[in-house]
Nanobody
Framework: QVHLVESGGGLVQPGGSLRLSCVVS????????MAWYQQAPGKQRESVAT???????NYADSVKGRFTISRDNAKNMVYLQMNSLEFEDTAVYYC??????????WGQGTQVTVSS
């Protein structure tokens, strides 16, 4: 059974940093393209960072240069380093396989709030 547990969110001032973690069970991240998704208030969930099973990364324009996705295959975890945070980054963040849909299992997400 698939379980995804995100953590590391919190309240941070603009310009600050957070590191999100995602513990995955039920499948091996090493064999999958993985992604972090962002769901801002009133908006649909969208992918902001992906990492292929080969290690290639891709980012939404809104986070490019500020966020870094990484993966620890031994721990079966995925991370998102978030730097230079902006008000617009306020959202609930989820990890999952890339191109996940509503039919995939999802974790509870972790709330990131950027506020002064």
């Amino acid at each position: 059974q698939v379980h995804l547990v995100e953590s590391g969110g919190g309240l941070v001032q603009p310009g600050g940093s957070l590191r999100l973690s995602c513990v995955v069970s039920g499948f091996a991240v090493r064999f999958n393209d993985m992604a972090w998704y962002q769901q801002a208030p009133g908006k649909q969930r969208e992918s902001v960072a992906t990492i292929t099973n080969g290690g290639r990364t891709n980012y939404a324009d809104s986070v490019k240069g500020r966020f870094t996705i990484s993966r620890d295959n031994a721990k079966n975890m995925v991370y998102l380093q978030m730097n230079s945070l902006e008000f617009e980054d306020t959202a609930v963040y989820y990890c999952n396989v890339a191109r996940a849909s509503g039919s995939n299992s999802w974790g509870q997400g972790t709330q990131v709030t950027v506020s002064s």
